[in-house]
């Protein structure tokens, strides 16, 4: 390193001083659970075994935090568009923090709203978020049973399973 003449203990206490300058002192990681694999995939089975005892085939997908799947699994004889609907459903979940039902209330009160018009947004219901007190760290829908308010119910034993774990 060149100097130009000017004493390196300067220098080094000009770049300290800097790099000081640079990073805030009350500058903090943010910190946050996340959803384990562990647990969405009990979600998954407790949903999809709920389903099938009550006569239903469904799709299910766990989503995390940011939206992205953690787990996606198509049941036995479902058909091909499950696939696709239980994960637009977990994504409205998560993404809207409600389930996802409540965003079909909200467009029956107000049908200018826009919102299903986002990518992956859906207004049907069969999905709830998963949240540790009030964080929303994830979300899981189900899709094939006959009727929203069937494949919600699935999901929501596959959540009172692991309720337990998400403190």
Excluded: W
Aim: glycine letters at 10%; charged letters at 20%.
């Amino acid at each position: 390193m060149r100097s130009f003449g000017i004493p390196r203990a300067a220098i080094v206490l000009a770049a300290t001083s800097l790099s000081a300058l640079a990073s805030p002192a009350s500058a903090q990681l943010l910190s946050h659970k996340d959803l384990t694999a562990s647990i969405a995939m009990t979600v998954a089975q407790t949903a999809i075994e709920t389903c099938k005892a009550n006569g239903y085939a469904v799709s299910v997908t766990v989503v995390g935090r940011n939206g992205e799947v953690i787990l996606q699994v198509r049941g036995d004889n479902t058909g091909p568009h499950t696939f696709e609907n239980s994960f637009r459903k977990a994504y409205t979940a998560r993404t809207f923090r409600i389930p996802s039902g409540e965003l079909v209330d909200r467009l029956k009160a107000d049908p200018t709203l826009g919102l299903i018009h986002l990518t992956n947004v859906i207004a049907n219901r069969g999905a709830l978020p998963i949240k540790v007190g009030d964080e929303t760290i994830g979300a899981a829908g189900a899709s094939g049973a006959p009727g929203g308010e069937k494949d919600e119910a699935c999901i929501k034993a596959g959540l009172d399973k692991v309720a337990d774990q998400l403190k």
